[in-house]
Structures are given as C-alpha cells and as structure tokens.
C-alpha cells in the first residue's frame, strides 16, 4: 500500500469535483489521475475497445493484463472506467449527460471530430456554462502542423530541440524513456485546470484550457531556445571543452558515471583544485576563470587532468568523498535502481502496490510527487478491465439493470 497518505474524503483538498476524461496513452490521462489522486471523482470514457495504452505492456515489455498491468495504472489508478461508443445515439446522451454533470472535461480527441460530433467547447458550453474544458493536443490550433498526430516523441522531442542538442553533435540521437514529454505536459496541463477551477470560484464562469506537446517542449527548452539564438549555437560541444570542468560529467574507476554540477568556478577553485591534489591550477593565471580557458583553450588541458584524476577511485567513493566536502554531485544511475533507491522508498516517492493476479505479483510504483501536511493522496489502486464501472455509473444516472443490458446488446455500452 502507498505510504504517508490519508485516504478519508475530508482531507482529500479536490474532494467534490467532478472530472469527465475521454482521452487515451499517457499525458491527458495522467492530468485526470492525479486530479483523482487528490480527491476528484475522475469517470474515464473508453471506446468499447479501451485506451491503446492498455496493452501498451506490450512494446515497452511489461506485464498488461487486466489484474497486473502496472504501466495502465500509473496515469489510470482510483478512476471509474465506462467504455461507451457515442457514435450511438445512446451512447452520446450517456456521455453528454456526464459531461453536464460535470466539473472538468478533459480530452486529447483531435479538435475536427470533436466539432463533427458535438463536443467542442463552443456546443458544450451551451448547456454547461461552468464547464472547465481542457483539449490536450499535439502541436497547437493554429499553424501548418496543427492537423498533424503528435506524440511525445514527435512533438516534444524532435520538434522542440532537444534530441539535436543533448549529445555531442552527430552523435546518433538518444532516445528518451517512453511517454516522459507526455509526464512532463502532464503537470503543466494539471495546473492549467486548477487555475482555471480557480478562476472559476471567482466568476463562476467555465473556460476551455489549451496545451500542446510542442508547446511544452519549447518552455521546458526554454533556456536552450533562447541561448542559441545568439553566438552559442550547439548546447552540448566537443567532451573536452565543456563550459565548465565543475559542472561535467565523469567516468570513474569502476566503470559507472558521476556529474559534478551547480558548482561556481571562480568562487570554488581552489577547493576542488585542491580536493583534486592539484591545487596548482588554483593559482595558475592560465586557469583562473571560464573566460580565459575558453580563450587560451586551456580547458582541454584541465579536463583530460581531471578525467585522470576520476578514474583513481569508484563512482561511490567520489560521491562520499566529494559530498563530505559540499560539493554538488550525484552518480549517473540507471532507471532499474531506482524502484529500489532507499532515498524515493524512505520519502514515499517509490511505494509497493499487490496487484491480484494469480501471484499477487507486488510492483514499486511512482507515486505522484505532491505532498501537503494537511490534505492526503489516494492511495494506488491496481486497475481492472474494460468497462469495470460501466454497471456501477450508470445505475447512478437511473438506468435499470435491464436497460443497461440492452444498451450492451445494441453496442452502444460495454
């Protein structure tokens, strides 16, 4: 079970809101998991096929089945799932009188089917004024691409920059752990809604809330976007000229990596020269700033010194040695330690979650990242089938046991 949390309703700061979500994969869905998370009674709208990332097990080769399907549940745990087609004259009035009832509708359905089947904001608005309606897309309304499917890797990645600057240029590009622009959008798409339920509180007034893959890619660049229009036009050059020999990255004795970063030169120098054993460097005038080793070209020198000096002792044993010493530094881990790191477990970043399969498989899951002293966070709630809740949500909007059977036998429910 999820630690350091407080499941009773009262605590929970979004208790009592109301969140329709028809989205599919990872960033919208996430927004609307960690809504619920937070209190809000999410109802997640599927196709009678279910959301594509259900079985999206399958290419990042993790388990996806109904009763262990961890990745489905980190942007999907705690919500209720009807699968519905509003294709149907039925299923649309089912969706339509949801979406009414509700305070938050969040979509990533591209904008022309949207309009084609009534559920633009501009139609919606009508019957729900106070509607907070959130469209996630690709790369924006407006422009030559904004008809285009974009996904993460298209839109965040490729487009915004980073691939063609985060390695030594003309390397071959790195590729990106599955879905993280769509984690990163996620957040910014989160507080989007929670300014606008705000907003709302005020005016009483819905409004709709706009985000793109494209878009934040570009903000979180935004260093990068704007340093390269000027002289420095490639963010990551030749490994022995970095910027700085204190913010870079090192391979060590045993083979691992450690960065050294956030550390200031000319203020530091003769400490790290001298935690180094070559306080020489420290007084010599050839390396007494960035500027004048820029200049001189002396920062080759100092940096093939130090990829030296690194390979005397472990990547732990600098950690340990240079963290004693106050100096900025972590070692470059691979993400399979980090399930187990003592660090996530101690402050419930990482939380074990039993899943009911056959057995009882536990998997250490990503918890959402917000903690507050006085409010709580559900806890992780192992996902279930197509349609778990389709029963459940509709007996709640007064249909009979006999109607909704029939709603199932004419393909309009599942």
Same mark, same amino acid.
């Given at each position: 079970?999820?630690?350091?949390?407080?499941?009773?309703?009262?605590?929970?700061?979004?208790?009592?809101?109301?969140?329709?979500?028809?989205?599919?994969?990872? =960033? =919208?869905?996430?927004? !609307?998991?960690?809504?619920?998370?937070?209190?809000?009674?999410?109802?997640?709208?599927?196709?009678?096929?279910?959301?594509?990332?259900?079985?999206?097990? $399958?290419?990042?080769?993790?388990?996806?089945?109904?009763?262990?399907?961890?990745?489905?549940?980190?942007?999907? #745990?705690?919500?209720?799932?009807?699968?519905?087609?509003?294709?149907?004259?039925?299923?649309?009035?089912?969706?339509?009188?949801?979406?009414?009832?509700?305070?938050?509708?969040?979509?990533?359905?591209?904008?022309?089917?949207?309009?084609?089947?009534?559920?633009?904001?501009?139609?919606?608005?009508?019957?729900?004024?106070?509607?907070?309606? !959130?469209?996630?897309?690709?790369?924006?309304?407006?422009?030559?691409?904004?008809?285009?499917?974009?996904?993460?890797?298209?839109?965040?990645?490729?487009?915004?920059?980073?691939?063609?600057?985060?390695?030594? +240029?003309?390397?071959?590009?790195?590729?990106?752990?599955? @879905?993280?622009?769509?984690?990163?959008?996620? $957040?910014?798409?989160?507080?989007?809604?929670?300014? !606008?339920?705000?907003?709302?509180?005020?005016?009483?007034?819905?409004?709709?809330?706009?985000?793109?893959?494209?878009?934040?890619?570009?903000?979180?660049?935004?260093?990068?976007?704007?340093?390269?229009?000027?002289?420095? +036009?490639?963010?990551?050059?030749?490994?022995?000229?970095?910027?700085?020999?204190?913010?870079?990255?090192?391979?060590?004795?045993?083979?691992?990596?450690?960065?050294?970063?956030?550390?200031?030169?000319?203020?530091?120098?003769? +400490?790290?020269?001298?935690?180094?054993?070559?306080?020489?460097? *420290?007084?010599?005038?050839?390396? *007494?700033?960035?500027?004048?080793?820029?200049?001189?070209?002396?920062?080759?020198?100092?940096?093939?010194?130090?990829?030296?000096?690194?390979?005397? +002792?472990? *990547?732990?044993?600098?950690?340990?040695?240079? #963290?004693?010493?106050?100096?900025?530094?972590?070692?470059?881990?691979?993400?399979?330690?980090?399930?187990?790191?003592?660090? @996530?477990?101690?402050?419930?970043?990482?939380?074990?979650?039993?899943?009911?399969?056959?057995?009882?498989?536990?998997?250490?899951?990503? *918890?959402?990242?917000? #903690?507050?002293?006085?409010?709580?966070?559900?806890?992780?709630? /192992?996902?279930? /089938?197509?349609?778990?809740?389709?029963?459940?949500?509709?007996? $709640?909007?007064?249909?009979?046991?006999?109607?909704?059977? !029939?709603?199932?036998?004419?393909?309009?429910?599942?």
């Amino acid at each position: 079970m999820e630690t350091n949390t407080n499941n009773n309703q009262n605590t929970l700061p979004l208790a009592g809101v109301k969140v329709v979500e028809m989205s599919t994969v990872v =960033a =919208a869905p996430t927004t !609307a998991r960690m809504l619920c998370a937070y209190g809000a009674e999410v109802i997640k709208v599927e196709g009678l096929d279910g959301d594509v990332m259900r079985v999206g097990g $399958s290419h990042e080769f993790t388990p996806y089945d109904d009763d262990l399907n961890p990745l489905f549940t980190i942007h999907n #745990s705690n919500k209720k799932f009807i699968a519905l087609n509003y294709k149907t004259e039925e299923g649309k009035k089912i969706l339509l009188d949801l979406i009414n009832d509700a305070d938050i509708f969040i979509t990533n359905v591209r904008e022309k089917s949207l309009v084609r089947n009534g559920l633009d904001y501009e139609t919606l608005k009508e019957s729900n004024p106070s509607l907070i309606y !959130a469209h996630f897309k690709g790369y924006g309304d407006k422009g030559p691409s904004a008809n285009d499917p974009g996904f993460d890797i298209s839109a965040f990645w490729l487009r915004s920059g980073p691939l063609g600057d985060w390695q030594t +240029k003309g390397s071959f590009p790195f590729l990106p752990t599955y @879905a993280f622009g769509d984690m990163v959008t996620s $957040s910014s798409f989160l507080s989007g809604i929670l300014m !606008a339920l705000y907003g709302r509180e005020k005016t009483g007034i819905g409004t709709k809330v706009n985000i793109s893959l494209f878009a934040s890619g570009i903000w979180c660049n935004a260093i990068g976007v704007v340093q390269t229009q000027f002289d420095h +036009k490639h963010m990551n050059p030749d490994p022995l000229r970095p910027t700085d020999p204190f913010n870079q990255t090192y391979q060590c004795k045993d083979g691992r990596w450690i960065g050294v970063y956030c550390n200031e030169y000319e203020m530091d120098r003769e +400490k790290w020269y001298g935690l180094f054993g070559i306080p020489e460097y *420290a007084t010599d005038p050839d390396f *007494a700033s960035i500027a004048i080793m820029q200049e001189n070209d002396k920062i080759v020198e100092v940096i093939s010194k130090c990829n030296e000096i690194f390979l005397t +002792k472990t *990547a732990q044993e600098w950690r340990d040695y240079l #963290s004693a010493n106050n100096c900025a530094c972590e070692i470059l881990k691979e993400q399979h330690e980090v399930s187990s790191d003592p660090q @996530a477990i101690e402050n419930g970043y990482m939380v074990p979650v039993e899943y009911p399969d056959e057995n009882h498989t536990t998997v250490m899951m990503p *918890a959402p990242p917000i #903690s507050f002293s006085n409010y709580g966070r559900r806890d992780y709630k /192992p996902t279930g /089938p197509i349609g778990e809740n389709t029963d459940e949500i509709l007996e $709640s909007m007064g249909y009979t046991p006999e109607q909704i059977q !029939a709603l199932k036998d004419a393909g309009s429910v599942r």
